[in-house]
């Protein structure tokens, strides 16, 4: 039987499949953080359990740490108690965690790559939506709520259903200043941002295939903001290169079997699909969202949509624009560079490779926030951080900050922010906050010219 990806490691994970139910999924990997956890590791005390297989959980701190003075006390008592709680669960339960002052600290969908904890054809989860990042690697990885963290930590399975499959080919070549940011971005004001609703989506063709496993990551992080499960793309000699010799793959034969196995995971000739889309990557051009949701985005050089329905409208007027006008030149207050979209080593030096020469606009507060030690070191080792100060930027300390506000990184209310983070959504980056998703390209160009302006203006791209 042909057989897609997503069925291959699926079907090799499931320990039992209930009668007109959800299946028993075995979870190879489990990450948690501060924020999802506590109630989780709570629960199974009161049933007077342990964490069942530790060696599988992996822990770092992330949603509510500062971005400055991480060597002080969190002076915020909710976010101090939960990171707290974190420690204390994870020293009693044997859980490895990688916490403030660790040199692996880090956004969780970022250490969990970049130290070899993922890894192709496993299942991965984590009390958080933005799991889908680890999809990259050719795994299973979706998010799921504080009751599921509770049962992975005591039984290693959860119970899940299996969603269809939805193939998204790009074919072509991506047009200069066009990131894989772009392309999710385009795909969602395609099909919607509810168009993946009871999907996985495979992505694929040859303009995924040229992708980075950067860029490969941040497609698959924003998989799920078009209401997918989540998802993947087929392993190749890039995801292999990625992760060979990193800390916690395997090494020597143990290395060769891994990837001669992992080499077995793609989609079969003639396997079914659900629902298929194909896109042509010369079509797309740098986006940037106009609206409250990830799929109300336009090219940067288009024009706002004009909306009959109410809910479209109540999203222009909360973002002060309206239908038919252009928004680029629309001067901006807040640049965000950062979050498990895009926040890693490759963000920055796109960013930084913009910005050279170049001064940060006086009417800019931008934050740049790499998403962990690991990329903060590689930034200051390139030599990035020296670029970024003599243009007038200040590189800050891992964490998810600006992506959600849950710490002090929180935009003014009516303050317009072009953002690399994932959601738009009313209030999503603070009360009252205006949030323009796009690439770091884009956002480059708007914290030198403290307007929105389209990349391939500006002479870096000439």
Not at 119 to 129: A, E, K, L, N
Not at 155 to 164: M, R, V, W, Y
């Given at each position: 039987m042909k057989q897609t990806l997503f069925d291959k490691i699926w079907d090799a994970h499931v320990v039992k499949e209930i009668e007109d139910g959800p299946s028993v999924l075995y979870i190879d990997r489990?990450?948690?953080?501060?924020?999802?956890?506590?109630?989780?590791?709570?629960?199974?005390?009161?049933?007077g359990l342990k964490v069942f297989r530790p060696e599988q959980t992996i822990a770092t701190m992330d949603h509510n740490v500062p971005t400055l003075n991480q060597h002080l006390p969190i002076h915020d008592e909710l976010s101090r108690n939960q990171v707290n709680s974190l420690v204390e669960n994870c020293k009693r339960h044997g859980v490895?965690?990688?916490?403030?002052?660790?040199?692996?600290?880090?956004?969780v969908h970022v250490i969990g790559p970049e130290l070899g904890f993922t890894?192709?054809?496993?299942?991965?989860?984590?009390?958080?939506?933005h799991t889908s990042t680890h999809g990259a690697f050719g795994s299973v990885a979706f998010g799921i709520g504080t009751s599921e963290v509770e049962m992975v930590l005591g039984?290693?399975?959860?119970?899940?259903?299996?969603?269809?499959k939805m193939r998204i080919t790009i074919e072509g070549e991506l047009s200069k200043a066009v990131t894989s940011k772009d392309v999710i971005l385009y795909v969602i004001s395609k099909i919607s941002s509810s168009g993946g609703t009871g999907h996985f989506i495979e992505f694929d063709g040859s303009a995924i295939r040229s992708m980075s496993m950067e860029a490969r990551m941040s497609l698959c992080n924003m998989s799920i903001e078009c209401g997918a499960r989540g998802g993947l793309i087929a392993p190749d000699e890039t995801t292999f290169e990625y992760l060979k010799g990193k800390e916690h793959c395997p090494k020597g034969d143990d290395w060769d079997q891994a990837v001669e196995n992992w080499k077995t995971l793609y989609t079969d000739e003639g396997a079914q699909f659900d629902t298929k889309y194909v896109f042509i990557a010369e079509d797309i051009a740098p986006m940037i969202t106009y609206g409250t949701n990830p799929g109300m985005g336009m090219p940067i050089d288009g024009t706002v949509p004009v909306f009959d329905d109410a809910s479209s409208q109540k999203a222009l007027k909360y973002m002060g624009l309206n239908g038919g006008e252009k928004i680029e030149g629309n001067t901006i207050d807040y640049v965000f560079l950062g979050s498990c979209t895009n926040g890693r080593i490759e963000d920055f030096r796109q960013f930084t490779q913009l910005v050279k020469g170049h001064k940060k606009a006086d009417n800019v507060t931008a934050w740049l926030v790499p998403g962990s030690k690991l990329v903060e070191k590689q930034i200051i080792n390139e030599g990035l951080d020296v670029i970024l100060k003599e243009a007038g930027f200040e590189l800050r300390q891992p964490g998810c900050s600006a992506c959600l506000a849950m710490n002090d990184d929180k935009i003014p209310a009516g303050k317009y922010a072009v953002s690399t983070s994932n959601r738009n959504f009313e209030g999503r980056q603070g009360p009252g906050s205006r949030t323009l998703l796009?690439?770091?390209?884009?956002?480059?160009?708007?914290?030198?010219t403290?307007?929105?302006t389209d990349p391939r203006g500006m002479t870096s791209f000439q």
């Open positions: 489990h990450f948690i953080h501060e924020v999802t956890s506590p109630v989780a590791f709570g629960n199974l005390e009161k049933r490895d965690l990688y916490g403030l002052g660790h040199d692996w600290q880090g956004i890894q192709p054809g496993m299942t991965i989860v984590c009390g958080d939506s039984n290693q399975c959860i119970l899940q259903n299996k969603p269809q796009a690439s770091p390209l884009v956002a480059a160009a708007a914290a030198i403290g307007k929105i």
